[in-house]
């Protein structure tokens, strides 16, 4: 029988991932200094950590800092190949995208984070582009269709780290605010977004819900100028529709 790793290795494995997990947040290099600060562990144990991570790939030490190593997109293409979720909903986000002229998208939730892990442009493409491998809030945009299902405990986590906060259109909210959207979220079954991550961006979401389980979120955003009041019921009974294809299609 075999028997469990002391409890030193289990830590030392989740130092180093709350390590690799600030790599995989900065967008530049970080001094060895910062990345103990935003792991907040000790500069010894953090250069202990980084050197086996240089070593396997999953870091790299350039002049200014320490970044996220190649083999971290070895992992991520390794996902995207295996997972059943972006398989089965990639002809639907095909049909969502030429159906709604809007670019339509696959979430998956990360923690208190959500990762793109599908896209399909529509005719009309957004002005930025956002990667696959993205990640990004959960209490903003599409990220309110999975965070409006997330156990109570994860949720009161979540609204503590989030609130209070400003939206980029300005709209200042307060843990109160967040927690009943959510929660109207939750009743609707869908979330509708007017300029919360991105200016001037329309965003409908949907959960896709298997059983008790919520699998992912799917969504459409366009910009607001070409989006009226009267596309919101359109767009988001297509984004409802088309969540509930992927998981009945789901094993």
């Not at 469990?4 to 390590?19: E, G, K, Q, T």
């Not at 493409?125 to 696959?132: A, H, T």
């Not at 990640?135 to 309110?144: D, E, N, R, T």
């Not at 999975?146 to 307060?174: M, N, Y």
């Amino acid at each position: 029988m075999a028997t469990a790793p002391p409890a030193s290795a289990m830590r030392s494995l989740d130092r180093a991932f709350d390590v690799l997990g600030v790599l995989e947040d900065t967008r530049q290099p970080l001094r060895l200094s910062e990345v103990a600060r935003r792991a907040n562990l000790h500069v010894a144990t953090v250069q202990r950590i980084l050197n086996v991570l240089i070593e396997r790939g999953y870091a790299a030490k350039e002049d200014t800092g320490y970044v996220a190593g190649p083999a971290a997109v070895a992992t991520a293409h390794a996902f995207l190949v295996n997972n059943r979720l972006s398989q089965i909903a990639l002809p639907v986000l095909q049909e969502l995208a030429a159906t709604t002229s809007q670019t339509a998208s696959l979430y998956v939730r990360v923690g208190l984070a959500r990762v793109l892990i599908a896209r399909v442009q529509g005719r009309n493409p957004l002005r930025y582009q956002l990667p696959i491998g993205e990640k990004l809030p959960l209490h903003l945009g599409a990220g309110k269709a999975l965070a409006a299902w997330l156990p109570d405990t994860e949720l009161d986590t979540l609204i503590e780290q989030a609130a209070p906060f400003t939206r980029i259109s300005g709209e200042h909210l307060t843990a109160d605010d967040l927690r009943a959207d959510l929660q109207q979220v939750q009743h609707d079954g869908y979330a509708l977004s007017l300029s919360e991550r991105a200016l001037n961006v329309t965003a409908v979401s949907a959960p896709i819900r298997h059983g008790e389980d919520v699998l992912g979120a799917l969504s459409i955003t366009g910009s607001s100028g070409e989006l009226t009041d009267d596309d919101h019921t359109r767009l988001i009974n297509e984004v409802r529709r088309a969540a509930d294809a992927v998981a009945a299609r789901c094993p």
